[in-house]
C-alpha cells in the first residue's frame, strides 16, 4: 500500500506551518493596511466557469472531477467526436479552480448589488493545476490575491506595486519587479502586420535570454516571418537602456499605433507614480507577456533577485474579464504571491526569523496533581495577558519535560512545587542560559512581556 502524497502536493510539519503562516499573516497584514477586504470562493466551480478562460494547454491542466454515482450512465461514446472536451463534458460537470482570478470575476458577477465599487478584495486560497511537477512547481499551492475592480485608474496599479515592496521589504527580500504593457506587445504585432502572430512574437522575445538574438531570429524565420520582418523587429530584440530610454525608443517606433502609445502613456504614468512612491526596483521588460488571455494593460511579475525560481508574484490589467459572465465593461487590475515560492525563497536564503518556531514562551513542569492544578490556574491568568503558555500533561521525570522544552525550543520553563505554592511564587528557568530566579505572578508577567 503507497501512503505517500500525490505527487506535486506535500504535508507541512508545524515548523514549516509556522513559517507559512508567517508569509500569509505579513501578506493579509499589509493588504488590510491599504484598505482590502477578505473573500473566499470554493474549491470547487462548474466546469463551465472555467473552461476556456485560461488558453487551450489551461484546459488541459484543469483537475476536472467525475459526476457522482453512475458517471458513465449519461455519457454518450458513440459520437464521431475527436475532441476530449466533449467527452469530459459528458462525465464531468465540476473541476478545481486553476487560480483565483476567474473565481473572483465570477465573484464580483454574482455579489455585484452586495459590494461597494471600486471593491478591494484580497483572498489566500489553494489552487490546483494537473501540471509536471518540479522545483517551485507544485499541483497544490497557495495563491495570495488583491485586486480592485471598477476603477481604470493607474493610482490602483501604483498601490499595487506599493504593497509588493512592502511586503518583500517586510520579508528582506530582493527583489526586481518587471513591468509591461499588453498594448505593447500588440502594437509589435501590428508593426509587423502580423497581429495572428502575436504568440510567437512573444515566445521569440522571451527566448532572447536564454538562446540568443541569432537563434531567435531563426526560429522567427521557420515561423515564416521575413528578413524585412526581422529587421524591422531588430530594435525591439535589441531595446535596452533606462526605463525612460526605452520608452522613447519604443515611441518612435509607434509613431503611426495608437494602441502603442496608449499603452507608453500608461507606462510612462505608472513610472512617475513610482517615482514618487519611491519604488527603484522596477523595469520595463518587453520579454513580460504573461496572461495574453485575459490582461489588456499592465503586465506585472517579480523574481528573486538571489534566488533562481521563476516568478514569485504576478498580475496585470484585466478590462472585461467579468465581461464573460455577463457584466461587461468593469476593469480590474490584481496582483498573487506565490506562497509556496516565496517560502522556498526565504528558506533558501535563511531569511525567516530565527524564533519563528517559538510558539510558547512558558512551559509549566508538572510535579503532580497538586502543583499541575496550581500550574493551570496561574496559565490562565498569563494566557489572558496574551503570553503563550502550556502545562505539561503527565507527572514524568523532570528530564523528560526538559528535553520537551528543547525538542519545542521553549525558553523559559516554570519550576513549581511545594515551597513556590506556599509563597504564592514560581521559579523561572531560563533555557538558554541555566539561569534560575525565584518570582510573583506580576514580575513573571512582565518578564515574559518583555520578550
Given at each position: 500500500m503507497n501512503y505517500n502524497t500525490v505527487k506535486g502536493t506535500r504535508d507541512f510539519l508545524p515548523n514549516q506551518m509556522t513559517?507559512?503562516?508567517?508569509?500569509?499573516?505579513?501578506?493579509?497584514?499589509?493588504?488590510?493596511?491599504?484598505?482590502?477586504?477578505?473573500?473566499?470562493?470554493?474549491?470547487?466551480?462548474?466546469?463551465?466557469?472555467?473552461?476556456?478562460?485560461?488558453?487551450?494547454?489551461?484546459?488541459?491542466?484543469?483537475f476536472k472531477i467525475l459526476n457522482s454515482g453512475n458517471f458513465l450512465e449519461k455519457a454518450d461514446f458513440t459520437s464521431s467526436e475527436t475532441d476530449y472536451k466533449h467527452f469530459t463534458t459528458q462525465i464531468c460537470e465540476k473541476g478545481l479552480r486553476y487560480d483565483l482570478t476567474v473565481p473572483f470575476a465570477r465573484f464580483v458577477v454574482n455579489h455585484r448589488n452586495d459590494i461597494c465599487f471600486p471593491f478591494k478584495r484580497y483572498q489566500i486560497q489553494p489552487v490546483?493545476?494537473?501540471?509536471?511537477?518540479?522545483?517551485?512547481?507544485?499541483?497544490?499551492?497557495?495563491?495570495?490575491?488583491?485586486?480592485?475592480?471598477?476603477?481604470?485608474?493607474?493610482?490602483?496599479?501604483?498601490?499595487?506595486?506599493?504593497m509588493i515592496c512592502e511586503v518583500f521589504s517586510t520579508l528582506n527580500l530582493n527583489v526586481v519587479i518587471k513591468i509591461n504593457n499588453r498594448k505593447i506587445l500588440s502594437a509589435i504585432a501590428t508593426m509587423l502586420n502580423k497581429n495572428e502572430h502575436l504568440i510567437d512574437?512573444?515566445?521569440?522575445?522571451?527566448?532572447?535570454?536564454?538562446?540568443?538574438?541569432?537563434?531567435?531570429?531563426?526560429?522567427?524565420?521557420?515561423?515564416?516571418?521575413?528578413?524585412?520582418?526581422?529587421e524591422r523587429l531588430k530594435p525591439i530584440l535589441l531595446l535596452s537602456g533606462t526605463n525612460e530610454e526605452k520608452i522613447t525608443t519604443l515611441y518612435s517606433l509607434f509613431n503611426n499605433i495608437e494602441e502603442g502609445k496608449k499603452g507608453?502613456?500608461?507606462?510612462?504614468?505608472?513610472?512617475?507614480?513610482?517615482?514618487?512612491?519611491?519604488?527603484?526596483?522596477?523595469?520595463?521588460?518587453?520579454?513580460?507577456?504573461r496572461g495574453l488571455n485575459y490582461y489588456t494593460?499592465?503586465?506585472?511579475?517579480?523574481?528573486?533577485?538571489?534566488?533562481?525560481?521563476?516568478?514569485?508574484?504576478?498580475?496585470g490589467r484585466y478590462d472585461n474579464l467579468t465581461?464573460?459572465?455577463?457584466?461587461?465593461?468593469?476593469?480590474?487590475?490584481?496582483?498573487?504571491?506565490?506562497?509556496?515560492?516565496?517560502?522556498?525563497?526565504?528558506?533558501?536564503?535563511?531569511?525567516?526569523?530565527?524564533?519563528?518556531?517559538?510558539?510558547?514562551?512558558?512551559l509549566f513542569a508538572n510535579f503532580g496533581e497538586q502543583e499541575a492544578t496550581y500550574c493551570l490556574s496561574v496559565a490562565q491568568k498569563l494566557r489572558q495577558e496574551g503570553i503563550c503558555c502550556e502545562v505539561y500533561p503527565d507527572n514524568t521525570k523532570i528530564k523528560k519535560q526538559m528535553i520537551y522544552a528543547n525538542d519545542r525550543n521553549i525558553r523559559y520553563v516554570a519550576l513549581v512545587g511545594e515551597t513556590e505554592m506556599k509563597e504564592g511564587k514560581i521559579t523561572l528557568k531560563d533555557m538558554q542560559s541555566g539561569t534560575q530566579s525565584l518570582m510573583t505572578f506580576e514580575q513573571l508577567k512582565e518578564t515574559l512581556k518583555a520578550l
Open positions: 513559517k507559512r503562516n508567517f508569509i500569509f499573516d505579513t501578506i493579509k497584514h499589509i493588504y488590510r493596511k491599504h484598505g482590502f477586504l477578505p473573500i473566499e470562493t470554493p474549491a470547487l466551480e462548474n466546469l463551465s466557469t472555467l473552461m476556456g478562460k485560461y488558453g487551450e494547454e489551461g484546459d488541459k491542466l484543469l490546483w493545476r494537473a501540471d509536471k511537477p518540479q522545483k517551485g512547481r507544485y499541483r497544490e499551492f497557495y495563491q495570495c490575491d488583491a485586486d480592485i475592480i471598477g476603477s481604470e485608474s493607474l493610482l490602483n496599479e501604483a498601490e499595487l506595486l506599493d512574437i512573444t515566445t521569440a522575445i522571451d527566448k532572447l535570454d536564454k538562446i540568443g538574438l541569432d537563434a531567435v531570429i531563426e526560429e522567427l524565420i521557420l515561423k515564416g516571418f521575413s528578413t524585412a520582418d526581422i507608453l502613456e500608461e507606462l510612462s504614468a505608472l513610472l512617475n507614480f513610482a517615482k514618487t512612491l519611491q519604488i527603484s526596483n522596477l523595469e520595463l521588460d518587453l520579454t513580460l507577456a494593460g499592465t503586465i506585472i511579475e517579480v523574481k528573486a533577485q538571489d534566488v533562481s525560481i521563476g516568478s514569485i508574484v504576478g498580475g465581461g464573460i459572465f455577463g457584466l461587461p465593461n468593469v476593469s480590474g487590475v490584481g496582483i498573487s504571491f506565490g506562497a509556496d515560492r516565496i517560502y522556498d525563497c526565504l528558506e533558501q536564503l535563511n531569511l525567516f526569523p530565527q524564533d519563528i518556531s517559538q510558539t510558547t514562551q512558558l
